[in-house]
């Protein structure tokens, strides 16, 4: 499935919307995962109006239990290297997504600082775009914290072509300038 968005310039691939089920082959490792109906509420940001989507459960003593799919070629990092995924979370933590292969990995992580909504969250991995054998996409969620067995909802996996602000590092020192350092979650107390 490729969304195009021809104002823009922009070819995005969708890796997963759970739309008529799961396009990639999902596997729970130490946890639980299914595809479910969108859940009424949570969406007060207009992000996901999609019918159905992943469920993941962690699973409680396990501090990087992990949620997987293998895909039967290569990712190809060299011109589609910018991943977001949509996320909705009943608590704040945090998550990570990491792309793996035989000839090495690149993850990138994120705070879940906003719970109870759908948030879309960007990753930046042009930096592994000469790197070959990409298979695996992996997500962690609530990682390193064993007594977490939180349900993690995930939507709209996509990739594509670098933008603007490719290979632009984050500075710690800049929350947000509205263009490409997005350094923080915004929430409506």
């Known amino acids: 499935t490729m969304l195009l968005l021809p104002l823009l310039g922009i070819t995005q691939v969708v890796l997963e919307d759970f739309e008529g089920g799961a396009k990639l082959p ?8 299914s595809t479910v109906d969108n859940p009424a509420g949570g969406n007060t940001l207009g992000l ?20 997987l799919a293998e895909l039967p070629t ?3 990092l060299s011109t589609n290297n910018q991943f977001k995924i949509q996320v909705k979370a009943a608590v704040a933590s945090a998550f990570i997504l990491k792309l793996e292969g035989a000839s090495g990995a690149i993850e990138g992580n994120k705070n879940i600082a906003v ?7 960007s990753f930046d991995f042009s930096k592994a775009a000469a790197t070959p054998n990409l298979k695996k996409i992996i997500l962690f969620f609530d990682p ?3 007594a977490s067995s939180d349900t993690y909802l995930f939507d709209n996996l996509t990739v594509g072509p670098a933008g603007p602000c490719a290979g632009i ?3 710690a020192k800049i929350l947000d300038d509205f263009e490409c350092q997005r350094n923080i979650a915004y929430a409506n107390p």
């Open 169 to 171: 590092a984050p500075s």
């Open 74 to 76: 290569a990712l190809d």
């Open 48 to 67: 996901n109006s999609s019918a159905k989507v992943g469920s993941y459960t962690k699973k409680a003593g396990s501090a990087y239990s992990l949620f």
């Open 115 to 121: 719970s109870g909504e759908w948030i879309e969250y």
């Open 26 to 33: 999902w596997n729970a490792i130490e946890g639980a995962y």
């Open 144 to 146: 390193g914290v064993d």
